[in-house]
């Protein structure tokens, strides 16, 4: 793995000196490179500077430009308005700077240079309930923030919190007690089986709850035999766990995403914690008694009625809520697992509980300065009427159905574009399945996770405008160049002076690494999203303006354009992959 220095970092490493140089008593000033509709970059760091040392920033910026000199990384450097520098690189150096990029598997991106440990708490269903349209945001945005900050060296440790733990389980447990056949063995059945199995115990259990009195009373009975771990109990409800898990699994692979088995860590796992974590609050003074209940009081939070609000570490009744359960989880996730960053993918509804559950972390000690906790809450997924997506008879969308529905329609897009080159029976369906997740997913993805986006199947499977869709057919087109180019092979040509459409597409085929970077450490994948879609973009401008296969400039320009073609192919699906997205090699 070879680290490529960037054109931004070099220009702006060769202005900082020719910076200190003409102006000693500046220090290590920052020349505040950007890029420019009227350059490649521009530097306006000389108009501060010379306002703070009471100076001319233009008399500035012609001392710096005079430093700089003959400079093979430059191609023209000007002096603009009160005092910018516009600054164009040279055709060669963007074309070596790529193709030091294109000699390493990594393209050139640099790991981390302090990486941490980070938990990332996404994708959190619960047990004997169906996965609906709501789970899917926490889904994707974990895994791609996952997979982006894999990618830069950082070691994550997933954990799906799934809700696993509650009174309902009583009603549940006697349910099947007193019907032992109404739950077949997990390993017996497919997701859908499982899942149907589960919704047919529930309704019935429920149905009893609701109408018998005796039952309900040995259901209740039953949630104390549970949280006092009694063995028969605690088989059963682990059998609802696993028949959930079947279901969890099913849909996981629809969303194309990797769900390890011991990374599934539900509220029941720190059910032995949670007495010890309301002791350590209560003896160190950061959670008080009031009114019999165990709670953690907040100035800068206050209510209607202007009174503080409390979090609820334990109820009055010695009961256990979800506070206790975060705040153990964030124990078991420092002390155990040596996390250095906590990141929480949750509903940005929940904002105000995690503010208060860091807070009280931090109180106790358990978060320091050396630690860090983010709350990612994300959006809600809005239907065309702008309110939250519902089914025509106003139930909440089964996330099965939604993928299910969003590959069918991708497939009959596939089906139509793919008699023009071929695809079998086989591909289409592939390919369909493969267009459709992408595009429910990059929806999301390319939308920033706080705001709330409609959901438009129809918008999402389209050939035009910010899809994946729009990427996917990007990459295939590359892919069909190669198949159609015969002998010729991508190879960089320096000495070739470069068209504007392969300029722009150069210059940004270099940004890679630094959008990535900043999208990962500012968890904000819609920013890698953007990215692509202008890569794909600036690409489709290029193939309309330059010729790749019968480059006018003869053999050695259709070598330099594949060189482009391969590199941007690279790219994309690089970064596709990062989001969790496949590029389909025909289309």
Known sequence: MASVTSLAASVHQRVADALSAALPE?????PLLRRSDRADFQANGMLALAKKLKGNPRELATKVVAEIGENPLFKEVEVSGPGFLNITVTDRA?????????????????????????????????????MHVGHLRSAVIGDALRHMLDFTGERTIGRHHIGDWGTQFGMLIQYLIENPGELAPAADVDGEQAMSNLNRVYKASRAVFDSDEQFKERARKRVVALQSGDAETLALWQRFVDESKVYFYSVFEKLDMEIR??????????NDMMAETARLLEESGVAVRSEGALVVFFDEIRGKDDQPVPLIVQKADGGFGYAASDLSAIRNRVFDLKATTLLYVVDVRQSLHFRMVFETARRAGW???????????????LGADGKPFKTRAGETVRLEDLLDEAAGRATTVVREKGAAVGLTEQEIIENGAQVGIGAVKYADLSTSASRDYK??????????????????????????????AGDAAPAAHPELPLAPAERALGLHLDQFGEVLAEAAASYEPHKLAAYLYSLASLFTTFYDQCPVLKAEGGPDQVAGRLFLC??????????????????????
């Open 566 to 587: 391969d590199l941007t192919a690279r790219t994309l699906h690089q970064g596709m992959a990062l989001l969790g997205i496949r590029t389909p090699e025909r289309l």
């Open 367 to 381: 978060l320091t300065d050396g630690i860090t906790a983010h709350n990612m809450g994300y959006g809600t997924v």
């Open 455 to 484: 959901f438009d199947l129809d918008q999402m499977v389209s050939l035009n405008g910010d899809t994946s869709v729009y990427l996917q057919y990007a990459y295939a087109r590359i892919r069909s160049i190669f198949r159609k």
């Open 261 to 270: 088995d011991d990374e599934i860590v539900g509220e029941s796992a720190y």
């Open 94 to 130: 963007i074309i070596q700077t790529l193709d030091a990029r294109a000699a390493d598997d990594r393209l050139g991106v640099p790991f981390k240079e302090q990486p941490g440990v980070t938990v990332i708490d996404y994708a959190q269903p619960n047990v004997a309930k169906e």
């Open 26 to 30: 500046a220090g290590a000033a920052d």
